[in-house]
């Protein structure tokens, strides 16, 4: 059994304009597929119980240590090929300037 980060993304509706969430939960599982199952089952509830959609989109990230995962270890990783300088490709993904997010 291996251990998983799996990330989904939800459309959250409710208020003014729309929010979307990228969700990160953990899964021991003998495979891919099978943590990706596990999130997705989760993932369902969390929609339902937060009154959010659920997009049908999950990514999995098998956690390259063979015990319990630990302080510091990495458990979702992505990497995305582009053309961007790193400025534009940080604003363009993860500093629209439209995130919630606590200040640091």
Same mark, same amino acid.
């Given at each position: 059994?291996? +251990? ?8 959250? /509706?409710?208020?003014? #304009? ?8 953990? +899964? &021991?599982?003998?495979? *891919?597929?099978? !943590?990706?199952? %596990? ?20 990514? @999995? ?5 063979? #015990? /319990?995962?630990? !302080? ?6 992505? %990497?995305?090929? @582009?053309?961007?300088?790193?400025? *534009? ?6 500093? /629209?300037?439209?995130?919630? &997010? &606590?200040?640091?």
């Amino acid at each position: 059994m291996n +251990w998983y980060g799996v990330r989904c993304v939800f459309r959250w /509706t409710a208020g003014a #304009g729309r929010s979307y969430e990228e969700r990160v939960t953990l +899964w &021991q599982a003998p495979s *891919a597929e099978d !943590a990706i199952a %596990l999130a997705e089952a989760e993932a369902e509830t969390y929609a339902a119980e937060n009154g959010v959609e659920y997009l049908g989109f999950a990514q @999995s990230y098998r956690l390259a240590s063979h #015990g /319990t995962p630990g !302080a510091g270890t990495e458990v979702f990783s992505l %990497l995305r090929d @582009s053309r961007l300088e790193p400025d *534009a490709y940080l604003d363009a993904y993860f500093d /629209t300037g439209c995130e919630r &997010q &606590q200040p640091h």
